[in-house]
């Protein structure tokens, strides 16, 4: 299925998680926020969150700013 | 009196540093972990981005030790309230914080906030829970209209975010200290180490600056001048200056002159 990560179209497995696609970026959960169609996913939520065809998701973090 | 025993807080936290610094435009994390050493500061600013779907780039939190600072992330960029308060959500879940520097822009050149958007999203996000410290205009209504609305600090700028002009109108940010209760702390338009002194002579609870350190031509020196500025001023603020006099006053006594 496809979803958009970050503004950008990829392709990942049906039954994704959140959580999984997290670890297939290696990214660590404790430093990102997720946010699935204009939705806060909780760090809490990340395991049981499903993803779905048409997903857009955003995933940020801190970075150097003023 | 001493540095030490003069803390301040914002929202119940008690703070020593009254130099905040931004972590943005640094030459590398190594350089911004070294100013921000040697800036004493405990609050440092970060700015929440899409993260780099390129995994192999290094992150600021590799470098500064969360545990250390205070992280105080921003809307930088953001223009409309709804963009701002979208953002704080994100640094909330992100950093399991609620404090954030609020900035909404009206101007790409100037960088001026627009200050109907930034009381709009101050609302929503005082209400939904966050210590809300909005970086405004020298504007004394505007001031107490976020004091009133229940922001945790009040920052207006000194001048232009990274223009270094310094404090534009200290009249104004006197004004803005008689008339709020919040700390006020100027964030912006910094550009030397006396204009910090200058800010904090005012009477100023603190200073946040980014440029100033991270543009100097040696990032680290400049960080601890600023470190011995804020602190110069704060207390030269404490000791009570000298009235300005138009004419001299002698030092040495004039008794027992030799001739």
Redesign the interface.
């Known amino acids: 299925m496809r979803i958009t990560?970050?503004?950008?179209a990829i392709d990942i497995d049906e039954g994704s998680t959140v959580a999984g696609l997290l670890e297939h970026?290696?990214?660590q959960r404790e430093?990102?926020?997720?946010?699935v169609n204009?939705d806060?996913v909780?760090?809490t939520a990340y395991d049981g969150h499903g993803l779905s065809d048409g997903d857009r998701i955003?995933?940020?973090?801190?970075?150097?700013?003023? | 009196m001493t540095t030490q025993n003069d803390t301040w807080t914002i929202a119940g936290r008690e703070f020593t540093s009254r130099l905040m610094v931004g972590t943005g435009k640094y030459a590398s994390f190594q350089q911004t972990a070294e100013a921000l050493e040697a800036s004493g500061a405990e609050i440092i600013t970060v700015a929440v981005r899409r993260v780099n779907l390129d995994r192999s780039k290094e992150s600021l939190l590799d470098y500064i030790d969360p545990g250390k600072y205070t992280l105080l992330p921003n809307t930088a960029g953001c223009y409309t309230a709804d963009d701002a308060v979208r953002t704080c959500r994100l640094a909330r879940e992100a950093g399991m914080s609620d404090f954030v520097k609020l900035e909404v822009l009206g101007d790409e050149k100037t960088l001026f906030p627009d200050n109907e958007e930034l009381l709009k999203a101050a609302r929503i996000l005082v209400k939904e829970g966050f210590t809300v410290l909005p970086y405004t205009s020298d504007d004394v209504i505007m001031c107490r209209k976020l004091e009133d609305i229940g922001c945790a600090a009040v920052m207006p700028l000194g001048a232009p975010i990274g223009s270094g002009l310094g404090i534009r109108n200290p009249y104004n940010i006197r004004i803005i200290l008689e008339s709020v209760r919040i700390p006020v702390i100027v964030d912006a338009g910094v550009g030397s180490a006396s204009d910090a002194a200058i800010a904090m002579e005012l009477g100023c609870a603190g200073v946040l600056m980014n440029t100033a350190i991270a543009g100097a031509q040696d990032p680290i020196a400049m960080a601890r001048a600023m470190r011995l500025a804020v602190e110069a001023g704060r207390l030269s603020y404490k000791a009570g200056r000298i009235p300005r006099k138009l004419y001299a006053n002698a030092s040495s006594p004039l008794d027992g002159m030799i001739a």
């Open positions: 990560l970050n503004g950008e970026l290696k990214l430093r990102v926020a997720v946010e204009l806060i909780p760090k955003e995933i940020v973090h801190f970075v150097g700013g003023g």
